[in-house]
């Protein structure tokens, strides 16, 4: 991470049962990784080169993760890392900026990260 010089910090918050919807709890955090990949797509747009999209929690894409089983990610261009997975507290950050780092019944918020190095 020490590469990158600047980051955004995106949270998408979705109003669902947590405890009750297990289905619509996958898909919206499938929403928020496609809409992590979206940004990168705008910023490279906008010239940037140097960009790393993280997301909070596991990646979600498949409904057993390939790396669990030793095979390969059939979606290596999709996939992104986990922040905890760099060793970032996630719920540490968010309470130090003032944001939602709390578990809600009627609610999901992911967070995810968007780093980039200006050249």
Request: aromatic share 6%.
């Amino acid at each position: 991470m020490k590469e990158f010089q600047r980051g955004v910090l995106v949270q998408y918050s979705k109003t669902l049962d947590v405890t009750g919807d297990e289905k619509g709890l996958l898909q919206a955090m499938v929403e928020f990784h496609n809409m992590i990949l979206k940004f990168e797509d705008r910023m490279r747009d906008q010239g940037l080169k140097h960009i790393w999209g993280l997301i909070a929690g596991t990646c979600g894409l498949c409904d057993d993760c390939k790396a669990q089983t030793g095979e390969p990610c059939p979606y290596p261009d999709r996939a992104r890392n986990s922040m905890e997975s760099l060793a970032v507290n996630v719920v540490v950050l968010l309470e130090k900026l003032g944001l939602d780092c709390e578990l809600h019944q009627d609610r999901v918020t992911a967070s995810g990260f968007i780093l980039f190095r200006e050249e």
